[in-house]
């Protein structure tokens, strides 16, 4: 039987024909225009590379202007240009780089042993990824200035950060991101502080510096550790040119951290940079392990602000066991003068914002609190007031100087007689003018504007002695004064001939000048020496405009009625009037030098114009000739006097600095630091036990 026939028609046949070919064609044109579609998104992306490129190489470009018109501020010394190119966000930080390019310390690192040499070079611009923060880097080179005989270059990297201002492009302060956290050192003898950008170069100085310290503890008996912070505020790079001590801020030594600084780019870089870093930091470890001169059996008070708190307190720190006490903590105060026998202070209370003129002054000795001086008189406004010392008289004579706010024209005196005291305080006199006591407190020198008087024990004036300015005592009863008839002279008389002599005139006080053709000396005060009689200090002014020098006179005799009367030597040429001591009170107020107790060290103190507030105190050496300078940082507010204070034996010298005190043995040439934790201190003071 044949099979069944199959029927299938021509019409099934070409349907799956048709649907087998469609789907095919239907995949080729999917592929094609996914083809297109990635050949032009391909050519997009890449247009757009190529604008983003084109886009980055323009901000690069405008970063790159922005730095070398820095470059350009800077090697033009313009200040104004300068300031122009820096965001203004944080004044602070604005003012560390103006200070910077004061001093010519931008890119110079003498204070780190190390001299420009090269222009800059090699810059490389970095962007953030939004482009909205860019960090420069360049190669500068330097010599060791130390250590003139190594003449290989000094490679450091310098580094800058700009932000985009609108549409200019400004050097600014580097983010907390840019820093990284803080990380911490802790070694045999180290304690580091640093941020993490910097971690490689700063554990290396830690692993080095601790080594070098464990060495000295091998030799020397150690008990405290160094503590040290690199720190990220360009403000430490301005504090560096204070070569004598290195800069502190609470116990550490702060040192600007190597991206400020400049990183090492090779390793004889580093090892010059690290003898920059360390030395001052090594010598100041050294003294504290050896004294060359034993410490005072005294205690040294300050006013400090503790920290977080915005009144200044009393504190007390004994050298022996390093620790700083409070004492009276219920009270503020504004300033403090040592009795001259280092016996006790003379505080006086800090005014209250409601009562700003009122003066308080109390007797802290030995314990206990003793009120001298509560004035609440609205007649005598004491916004401005002196309290020192009237002359070398004992039992000592307490004048209170103010100024007459009403006319601003008079200055008033007062005199506070500690011997006469209850508990509402001590008795107050009125005085007609400045006064000096006589040795022996018997007679006194009285100045009433431009005429010198004669006057009792009670500072009340008895005899006119004509003109006179600068009034000394030389004994009990012996005195001396400068007139101008019409030229300077100096002149000596006794209480029972009161007939003056002329024992110096203007024409030999020129004649000792290092340029007698400069202008015509003057003299404007006088002091005595503590211990050595016949011996006066001299001091004023050339009157000769700007230019005019400031002199400082010895005058010594053995008998002044001789002629010539005795021998006239310069010790001092200084460009401004210095400000001394702020316990003594002379006609024209605090007196421009003093001496130390022991008689040998002349002081002045400069203050330099603002922002410095840098102390430049001389310490003239009377028996060598020779002057020592010392710097030190202090405010200009709130006294513009230089803090500082004698041991009782004149040994030491006591000074406040930004952030810790000074110890000084001139004659050892030593210096000591002495740390603390205060947010800030002012005045001080040496006090016995």
């Known amino acids: 039987m044949k099979p069944l026939f199959r029927w299938q028609t021509d019409e099934q046949s070409w349907e799956e024909d048709v649907l087998t070919g469609g789907m095919a064609r239907s995949r080729r044109l999917a592929l094609v225009i996914f083809v297109l579609f990635v050949v032009g998104g391909l050519l997009v992306y890449g247009r757009q590379i190529r604008q983003v ?28 240009l300068f300031v122009h190119l820096l965001a203004g966000q944080d004044a602070d930080w604005q003012q560390a780089q103006r200070a910077l390019f004061l001093q010519g310390d931008l890119l110079d690192r003498q204070s780190l042993g190390l001299a420009v040499q090269t222009t800059p070079e090699g ?62 050192y802790d070694g045999q003898w180290l304690t580091l502080l640093y941020p993490a950008r910097d971690a490689e170069w700063a554990q290396r100085l830690a692993a080095d510096l601790d080594g070098e310290l ?85 205690d040294i008070q300050a006013l400090c602000f503790p920290g977080g708190g915005n009144m200044p307190h009393l504190f007390r720190y004994n050298l022996t066991g390093d620790t700083w006490n409070v ?35 109390r007797l802290w000795r030995d314990g206990i609190e003793s ?63 400045y006064t000096l006591w006589s040795p022996d407190g018997r007679s006194t020198l009285i100045v009433i504007g431009s005429e010198l008087w004669l006057g009792d024990e009670a500072g009340q004036p008895r005899q006119s002695l004509g003109t006179g300015f600068t009034p000394f005592w030389l004994d009990a009863t012996t005195y001396g004064y400068t007139r101008y008839q019409p030229g300077l002279e100096l002149v000596m008389a006794t209480l029972d001939d009161g007939q003056p002599q002329v024992v110096l005139d203007g024409e030999r006080v020129t004649a000792v000048l290092t340029d007698p053709a400069t202008g015509t000396p003057s003299i404007n005060t006088i002091i005595t020496h503590p211990l050595w009689p016949g011996l006066l200090v001299l001091a004023g002014p050339e009157i000769r405009g700007a230019e005019g020098k400031y002199n400082i006179f010895t005058f010594q005799f053995d008998d002044w009625t001789k002629s010539p009367a005795g021998t006239l030597t310069l010790r001092l040429q200084l460009d401004e009037p210095p400000l001394g001591y702020p316990t003594l009170i002379t006609p024209n107020g605090i007196p421009p030098v003093s001496f130390s107790p022991d008689g040998r060290w002349l002081v002045a103190a400069e203050l330099s114009a603002p922002p410095d507030d840098t102390w430049q105190i001389r310490l003239h050496d009377l028996p060598a000739n020779q002057t020592q300078l010392i710097s030190t940082s202090s405010p200009r507010y709130p006294a513009n006097a230089p803090f500082f204070d004698w041991s009782g034996d004149g040994q030491w010298l006591v000074l406040v600095d930004d952030g810790f005190f000074k110890l000084i043995a001139p004659a050892a040439n030593y210096e000591r630091v002495i740390l603390h934790d205060f947010d800030a201190c002012y005045f001080t003071a040496w006090v016995n036990p």
Not at 153 to 177: F, K, N, V
Not at 218 to 237: F, H, I, M, Q, Y
Not at 408 to 430: E, F, I, N, P
């Open 53 to 80: 490129a084109r886009e980055e190489q323009r901000i690069e470009a405008d970063v790159a202007a922005a730095y070398h018109t820095w470059q350009q501020a800077v090697a033009a010394d313009d200040l104004d």
């Open 123 to 184: 810059m490389a611009i970095h962007l953030s990824p939004d482009w909205q923060d860019a960090v420069v880097t360049y190669e500068q080179g330097y010599t060791a200035v130390t250590t003139p005989s190594t003449t290989a270059l000094i490679r450091l990297q310098q580094t800058q950060y700009y932000q985009l201002d609108g549409s200019r492009w400004l050097q600014a302060p580097p983010d907390a991101e840019f820093w990284g956290e803080s990380m911490r």
């Open 371 to 433: 009120l001298l001086f509560d004035d609440t008189d609205p007649a005598r406004q004491w916004r401005f007031p002196q309290v020192g010392w009237g002359g070398q008289v004992s039992p000592p004579h307490l004048l209170l100087h103010e100024f007459d706010t009403a006319t601003q024209m008079r200055t008033l005196y007062h005199w506070l007689d500690l011997g006469k005291c209850d508990s509402a305080g001590c008795a107050v006199t009125d005085l007609s003018g």
């Open 327 to 361: 004492e009276l903590p219920e009270r503020a105060f504004r300033f403090l003068t040592p009795l001259p026998d280092d016996n006790g202070l003379i505080l006086s209370d800090l005014p209250v914002s409601s009562d700003p003129s009122r003066l308080m002054l």
């Open 214 to 298: 464990a060495v000295i503890c091998t030799e020397k008996p150690c008990t405290a550790s160094v503590n040290v912070r690199l720190e990220t505020d360009p403000a430490a790079l301005v504090d560096l040119p204070d070569m004598l001590t290195p800069v502190f801020n609470g116990r550490y030594h702060i040192l600007p951290t190597f991206t400020l600084a400049g990183l090492p780019l090779d390793e004889n870089s580093y090892q010059t940079l690290y003898q920059g870093y360390t030395r001052r930091i090594i010598t100041a470890f050294q003294n504290s392990l050896a004294l060359p001169v034993p410490l005072p059996d005294q």
